[in-house]
């Protein structure tokens, strides 16, 4: 079993700046990948950022250049800059890991969401 705690929502301007904070506790050692996802009302759960097992991470394009993921091993937890707000980043944001031995067994977990708002 995985949980997951996100913080860090909150509302800002436009060109503004926020850092999301994932808590990671449980099963951590099964846990090959992490991702932060977002859903805007009326739209569906998009893919914002990615660690792979494999290593590196991965940038929608839809933010690439404003937003950076990143983890810290010895705080269990895994971070979402996000800098040069816009309106359209306007959406609850959302952590999510995936663990298991195999890609194709894995379990999928989700924290509750934060709400990231951008406004003028």
């Known amino acids: 079993q995985v949980q997951l705690v996100e913080s860090g929502g909150d509302s800002v301007q436009p060109g503004g700046t926020l850092k999301l904070g994932c808590v990671v506790s449980?099963?951590?050692?099964?846990?090959?990948?992490m991702a932060w996802y977002r859903q805007a009302p009326g739209k569906q759960r998009e893919l914002v950022a990615s660690?792979?097992?494999?290593?590196?991470?991965y940038i929608a394009d839809s933010v690439k250049g404003r937003f950076t993921i990143s983890r810290d091993n010895a705080k269990n937890t895994v971070y979402l800059q996000m800098n040069s707000l816009r309106p359209e980043d306007t959406a609850v944001y959302y952590c999510?890991?995936?663990?298991?031995?195999?890609?194709?067994?894995?379990?999928?977990?989700w924290g509750r969401g934060t709400q990231v708002t951008v406004s003028s």
């Open positions: 660690l792979p097992p494999g290593g590196g991470s």
């Open positions: 999510n890991a995936a663990a298991g031995s195999d890609y194709e067994s894995r379990s999928e977990y």
């Open positions: 449980g099963s951590i050692d099964s846990i090959f990948a």
